[in-house]
């Protein structure tokens, strides 16, 4: 295995763990932090293949490995702002039905 | 061993123990601390790809200020104490099976995929960064600071208490709050 695919390995299983989380609890801060988990495994998986195996590969001004630190920079970003939605979301929920387990949020029925 | 197998091996442990305690355990905040470590590790991890700044950003994105929101996310909505009905073994069973199918797919794909030698320069200065986010990346870098303005905003409107859907008798502007000067 080539230095590439232990970092690749490492992102498989994060993202995984994520998901086991993501479906696993019921609790909307916890498949919240779960979802983080997610995200921090892609931008660890962009940064790993365009530092380490963007060889031939030219963005439209040249090198790659830079390219692929701007991109995790805005997925950063943007899972700074959803988690800022999410968690004044679940602080309305728990305002309006005095729970935040997603158990409890089935209003419709079908 | 070298120092650079040490570096990523402590990181990927660390990623992965976090990852699992914040999965796994039961108390909501037991959850946000192994999250917090899962991150570190990630930035263990980009530190030996040689991204300083980015293993910053995460550190100071992340662990500051997303596990203190969630941390006051916790205080305001769920009491730690209430009891929980625990989940049925099944459910966890199903969820574990689907993540490590998902797993051993993308395993698969990644061992079948051919991937390029490491680029010929490497750009991983900050300057770098700065410098494509403010020419090559810069629709991207206008749309970003967009978003986070409109999810501060937005996010400061959802939570906000809405002043006439209190219950009568406390309707706003009559009830002092409490720890408000009289």
Redesign the interface.
């Known amino acids: 295995m080539s230095q590439l695919h232990w970092y690749l390995l490492v992102a498989v299983l994060l993202f995984c763990i994520g998901l086991y989380g993501l479906v696993q609890r019921r609790s909307l801060i916890a498949m919240l932090i779960a979802l983080e988990l997610m995200l921090a495994a892609i931008s660890l998986n962009v940064v790993a293949i365009t530092s380490l195996a963007g060889g031939d590969a030219e963005s439209a001004t040249g090198n790659v490995s830079s390219a692929g630190q701007v991109v995790a920079v805005i997925l950063i970003g943007v899972a700074a702002a959803e988690g800022a939605i999410a968690l004044s979301l679940f602080v309305a929920i728990q305002r309006e039905v005095q729970s935040i387990n997603v158990e409890d949020l089935s209003e419709l029925k079908g | 061993m070298n120092w650079d197998a040490f570096l990523?091996g402590s990181s990927?442990a660390l990623?992965?123990i976090g990852?699992?305690f914040?999965?796994?355990l039961k108390n909501?905040f037991h959850?946000?601390l192994g999250?917090a470590l899962?991150?570190v590790g990630?930035a263990g991890?980009?530190l030996t790809?040689?991204?300083d700044?980015?293993a910053i950003?995460?550190l100071l994105?992340?662990v500051g200020?997303?596990g203190i929101?969630?941390v006051?996310?916790?205080m305001?909505?769920?009491p730690l104490d209430t009891p929980r009905t625990p989940?049925s073994l099944p459910?966890?069973a199903?969820?574990?099976l689907?993540?490590?199918l998902?797993?051993m797919a993308?395993?698969l794909v990644?061992?079948r995929a051919h991937?390029?030698?490491?680029?010929?320069?490497?750009?991983?200065a900050p300057q770098?960064?700065g410098?494509?986010?403010l020419?090559?990346?810069v629709l991207?870098?206008e749309l970003?600071s967009v978003?986070?303005v409109?999810?501060?905003i937005?996010?400061?409107m959802?939570?906000r208490?809405d002043p006439a859907r209190r219950a009568p008798g406390t309707a706003a502007g009559t009830a002092p709050r409490p720890g408000a000067p009289r």
């Open positions: 990523f990927a990623a992965l990852a699992l914040a999965v796994s909501i959850n946000i999250f899962a991150l990630v991890l980009f790809l040689g991204s700044f980015l950003v995460l994105v992340y200020a997303l929101a969630m006051y996310a916790v305001l909505s769920q989940r459910k966890i199903g969820s574990a689907l993540a490590a998902v797993a993308l395993w990644i061992r991937f390029p030698g490491p680029p010929e320069v490497l750009e991983v770098w960064i410098r494509r986010l020419q090559d990346y991207a870098f970003i978003l986070l409109v999810a501060m937005g996010a400061v959802v939570a208490r």
